[in-house]
């Protein structure tokens, strides 16, 4: 188990050093020099410019050597200092992520886990109901199948501009301040739940299908007629079908949650809901590569980790992974 | 008292039609005897076998009746079948080395699988230990998934766990076709050694490999395109065969004891009819050497000496 974990922790690594690197290279093969297109467009007052060109060539040191500033990037990065945003000038990107990041947790975290618990349960029953089956399969399909942003948009447009029973944008009110109150809560969660339904619509679709369709390739494999001509109760056989179905199902969970901090980008954006995925948006439409840059470590990031986490899980348990690993 | 079959008739359903795979089937297996079940891949070995068991469509049972030990079998009932799955009937499957559930250690899917039965694990443990010294697999392997074991292992360790309990009927499904010979003769060994020491009664051997046959079966059935052609005792088929069918199949082999392979029966001229509209009779008549027009009605299988049963109008 160490040796393995010890092999993985260092493809991680490897995977980490050069996905930074990566990252690094983005604003510098980017066209044009990044300090300009900062300088010039804050260049509405020049001492504003002046003060930032300075800064800027003195933060990112671009007049250095390469292979310089790939080592002071690598060292700021290890601080924890991510540069400065260009577009909420002069906001640190590290505080701007942060800030997001909550939203996109509040967002993701429900939607991901729900929609997998509520999939996997429906989509194993449907592996054995046959009316579940009939409805559950072509609604799965068309849902999995709607583009994202359609969907979001439906939602959108009926139930918040036609019916009006939602807002559409923000995280909150206009005019109210975060703050910890039952006025606040609801109107947070009111916020909240077009953009939540949306994405656990889509997810929920995936997961049912997922499950049931593994469901049932689970029951028509060799053990399960095995133990069916051994008489053993439908019960049982069911239990162990379950059991190996969902292997596949919490890997696509982790790799899930490990994008989570990537937001996500198209409700994010339907819905004006301020977590990374707007911010990457934004970073974008603002030509801030350090946000940007900033946003993508962060998502290398969580990628890696779920990654590394749904190992571990699965070393845990699948026996057929925990046994390759020692050679046996 | 042990198996006896009688006029079974078993269909798949197709979209095509019912696939006539076993038709007026009819034998019976004492106790003690271990019946070996050759013939042509497609003649419906397998579909015999799962039969007497496992009775699942698109398997259509049509009609016919199975009894053991004087008792009749339900085969056409999935639920009150499992009465007899497992203790009085069991199988040792053709994929017997992917048998085992990959994700539950071998010790703990037996529990399981006694626990369903009303049979307590720690009470069967010491038994089973001894079998599992008797096919030679350490006690380690209870604590073992089924993955960290090799195939051979994983074949013996279904071997044990399908007799626990002390079948009257066991059926062995191709269980040396994916082996090699020294391999083989091992598994051969430890059917015979199940039989001598009570594990199991009666036992019906699939394969269509006749010569694997001579080794451990007391007595040989040949199946011909879903109907039983020719049953007797192992000499008496090998020495003496009576039906045109397993003569030239015998023919066929270099040598007794000589291991024969498939494409050797090619060597009959002609091809099995196809399942899904036989012609009416029997069933070999496309390739009989010494058919007649008699042959269009269906032979009746009679004993033509004691303990040897022939389906064919030339002999009877
Ligand atoms: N699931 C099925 N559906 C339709 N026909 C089948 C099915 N399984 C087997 N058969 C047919 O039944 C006949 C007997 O098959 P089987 O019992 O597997 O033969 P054997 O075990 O002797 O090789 C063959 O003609 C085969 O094509
Ligand atoms: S019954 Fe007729 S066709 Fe069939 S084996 Fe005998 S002689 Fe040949
Ligand atoms: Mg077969």
């Known amino acids: 188990m160490g040796r393995y974990l010890g092999q993985k922790l260092l493809i991680y690594s490897l995977t980490f050093f050069f996905a930074v690197t990566i990252d690094w290279l983005i604003p510098r093969l980017m066209p044009g020099n990044p300090v300009d297109t900062l300088v010039s467009r804050m260049a509405l007052r020049a001492d504003v410019a002046a003060i930032l060109r300075s800064y800027y060539l003195q933060a990112f040191q671009l007049d250095l050597p390469l292979w310089q500033q790939y080592l002071n990037f690598w060292g700021a990065l290890l601080r924890g200092d991510l540069g400065v945003s260009i577009w909420l000038f002069p906001q640190p990107v590290l505080k701007l992520i942060l800030d997001a990041v909550p939203y996109d947790l509040f967002l993701l975290l429900p939607a991901v886990i729900l929609s997998w618990i509520a999939g996997n349960q429906v989509g194993a029953m449907a592996a054995r109901v046959r009316w579940l089956d009939n409805s559950i399969l072509p609604l799965g399909y068309i849902l999995t199948a709607t583009p994202y942003m359609w969907l979001a948009l439906i939602l959108a447009w009926s139930l918040g501009q036609v019916a009006g029973l939602?807002?559409?944008?923000?995280?909150?009110?206009?005019?109210?301040?975060?703050?910890?109150?039952?006025?606040?809560?609801?109107?947070?969660?009111?916020?909240?739940?077009?953009?939540?339904?949306?994405?656990?619509?889509?997810?929920?679709?995936?997961?049912?299908?997922?499950?049931r369709n593994m469901i049932i390739y689970e029951l028509e494999a060799d053990y399960s007629r095995y133990l069916e001509s051994l008489g053993a109760p439908p019960r049982l056989i069911r239990k162990y079908a379950f059991r190996n179905a969902m292997l596949p199902q919490i890997t696509g969970l982790a790799l899930q949650l490990g994008t989570i901090v990537a937001g996500a980008v198209a409700t994010e954006i339907v819905f004006a809901y301020p977590g990374t995925g707007y911010l990457i948006l934004q970073a974008v439409l603002n030509q801030d590569y350090f946000l940007l840059q900033g946003c993508f470590l962060f998502i290398i990031t969580g990628v890696l980790i779920a990654n590394f986490i749904i190992d571990i899980i699965y070393a845990l348990v699948d026996p057929r992974i925990r046994t390759g690993m020692t050679g046996a | 008292m042990g198996l006896r079959v009688e006029n079974l008739r078993v269909y798949y359903r197709t979209l095509r039609g019912y696939v006539r795979a076993l038709e007026g089937v009819t034998f019976s297996v004492a106790d003690g005897e271990i019946m070996g079940l050759a013939g042509e891949s497609g003649c419906g070995k397998t579909t015999l076998g799962h039969s007497l068991i496992?009775?699942?469509?698109?398997?259509?049972?049509?009609?016919?009746?199975?009894?053991?030990?004087?008792?009749?079998?339900?085969?056409?009932?999935?639920?009150?079948?499992?009465?007899?799955?497992?203790?009085?009937?069991?199988?040792?499957?053709?994929?017997?080395?992917?048998?085992?559930?990959?994700?539950?250690?071998?010790?703990?899917?037996i529990a399981d699988l006694l626990a369903a039965h009303g049979v307590d694990f720690k009470e069967i443990l010491p038994e089973l230990k001894r079998r599992l010294d008797l096919v030679q697999l350490s006690h380690e392997v209870l604590n073992m998934y089924p993955i960290e074991l090799s195939g051979g292992m994983r074949q013996r360790a279904v071997m044990v766990i399908s007799t626990l309990l002390n079948p009257s009927l066991l059926i062995a499904d191709e269980i040396t076709s994916a082996l090699d010979v020294s391999t083989q003769k091992a598994v051969c060994e430890m059917i015979v050694e199940f039989r001598n020491r009570g594990f199991v009664r009666s036992t019906i051997f699939i394969?269509?490999?006749?010569?694997?046959?001579?080794?451990?079966?007391?007595?040989?059935?040949?199946?011909?395109?879903?109907?039983?052609?020719?049953?007797?005792?192992?000499?008496?088929?090998?020495?003496?065969?009576?039906?045109?069918?397993?003569?030239?199949?015998?023919?066929?082999?270099?040598?007794?004891?000589?291991?024969?392979?498939?494409?050797?029966?090619?060597?009959?001229?002609?091809?099995?009819?196809?399942?899904?509209?036989p012609p009416p009779g029997c069933r070999f008549q496309g390739r009989c050497p010494v058919a007649f027009e008699r042959c269009v009605e269906t032979p009746p299988f009679v004993e033509v000496e004691p303990g040897h049963f022939v389906a064919c109008w030339r002999e009877i």
């Not at chain 1, 944008?169 to 953009?195: Q, V």
């Not at chain 2, 269509?208 to 879903?226: E, W």
């Open chain 2, 54 to 109: 496992y009775l699942k469509p698109p398997m259509n049972y049509i009609e016919g009746q199975v009894f053991l030990d004087g008792q009749e079998v339900p085969i056409w009932d999935m639920k009150r079948m499992n009465e007899f799955r497992f203790r009085r009937i069991s199988v040792i499957p053709q994929y017997a080395m992917n048998a085992l559930n990959p994700t539950r250690k071998i010790g703990q899917l």
């Open chain 2, 207 to 277: 394969t269509h490999d006749i010569s694997i046959l001579y080794q451990i079966a007391d007595t040989i059935a040949v199946m011909y395109a879903g109907q039983m052609a020719e049953k007797a005792p192992t000499e008496a088929i090998l020495r003496s065969p009576r039906h045109p069918y397993t003569r030239m199949l015998i023919a066929s082999l270099p040598q007794v004891g000589v291991r024969y392979r498939e494409e050797r029966l090619r060597g009959i001229p002609g091809a099995p009819p196809r399942l899904l509209d």
């Open chain 1, 166 to 211: 939602f807002p559409i944008a923000g995280a909150y009110s206009f005019g109210i301040r975060p703050h910890l109150s039952w006025m606040f809560i609801k109107d947070l969660l009111w916020h909240w739940f077009l953009p939540f339904a949306s994405l656990f619509l889509v997810m929920f679709g995936g997961w049912a299908i997922g499950m």
